[in-house]
Nanobody, 125 residues
Framework: QVQLAESGGGLVQPGGSLRLSCAASGRTLSAYVLAWFRQAPGKEREFVAAIGGSWSGGRTYYADSVKGRATISRDNAKNTVYLQMNSLKPEDTAVYYC????????????????WGQGTQVTVSS
């Protein structure tokens, strides 16, 4: 059973930065896609970023809303994926979730098999 645990959320001022981490257990995830989604109050869960497994050479994908401000990366030795967010805006406020799936393909829809519990990011002055 795959388990994912996010950390690194918190309160940050507009223009600030955060690095979110997601540690995985139960499976070596180097071959699998790892993704970040977020969900703001009253809104649907939306795709943020994804990184492919070893088959893809670690190809990355980003939502237009974070492109240029976010960087997704993975440390296969630690079975961990990271999301570096810079130039944060109030509209980035949401619970951020990491996810993975049994199929190695990348999706930008929330059709993933395994999810973490989420970490709250609040951008406010």
């Amino acid at each position: 059973q795959v388990q994912l645990a996010e950390s690194g959320g918190g309160l940050v001022q507009p223009g600030g930065s955060l690095r979110l981490s997601c540690a995985a257990s139960g499976r070596t995830l180097s071959a699998y896609v790892l993704a970040w989604f977020r969900q703001a109050p009253g809104k649907e869960r939306e795709f943020v970023a994804a990184i492919g497994g070893s088959w893809s050479g670690g190809r990355t994908y980003y939502a237009d809303s974070v492109k240029g401000r976010a960087t997704i990366s993975r440390d296969n030795a630690k079975n961990t994926v990271y999301l570096q967010m810079n130039s944060l805006k109030p509209e980035d406020t949401a619970v951020y979730y990491c996810a993975t799936r049994d199929n190695v393909g990348i999706l930008t829809t929330p059709n993933y098999d395994y999810w973490g519990q989420g970490t709250q990011v609040t951008v406010s002055s």
